[in-house]
Nanobody, 125 residues
Framework: QVQLVESGGGLVQAGGSLRLSCAAS???????????MGWFRQAPGKEREFVAT????????NYADSVQGRFTISRDNAKNTVYLQMNSLKPEDTAVYYC???????????????WGQGTQVTVSS
């Protein structure tokens, strides 16, 4: 059973910083299993939107235009953990942030997707 456990959310003033963590258990990336880990967010009354992802293998990153240059996604393969460093936070970054993991088995090309429970980030003006 794959589990994604997020931490690091909270309340911060505009211009401040937070770092989110997402620890994955139950499955790891390898030569036989590739994919991405990343973050999505959902603000009240809005649909869930993409924030950032990082690929395994290779570590290529991808960001939404709204966070490019302010947020940095990284990973610790030994801990099977992905991080989201959020700087220069704005009130419009306020949302529930969800960790996402997508695993693709190389041989069968079967794909599985998992979500964390979400962590609240609130940025006050």
């Amino acid at each position: 059973q794959v589990q994604l456990v997020e931490s690091g959310g909270g309340l911060v003033q505009a211009g401040g910083s937070l770092r989110l963590s997402c620890a994955a258990s139950g499955r790891t990336f390898s030569k036989a299993t590739i994919g991405t880990m990343g973050w999505f967010r959902q603000a009240p009354g809005k649909e869930r939107e993409f924030v950032a992802t990082i690929m395994s293998p290779g570590g290529r990153t991808n960001y939404a235009d709204s966070v490019q240059g302010r947020f940095t996604i990284s990973r610790d393969n030994a801990k099977n953990t992905v991080y989201l460093q959020m700087n220069s936070l704005k009130p419009e970054d306020t949302a529930v942030y969800y960790c996402n993991a997508q695993f693709t088995t190389v041989l069968s090309r079967s794909r599985n997707e998992y979500w964390g429970q979400g962590t609240q980030v609130t940025v006050s003006s």
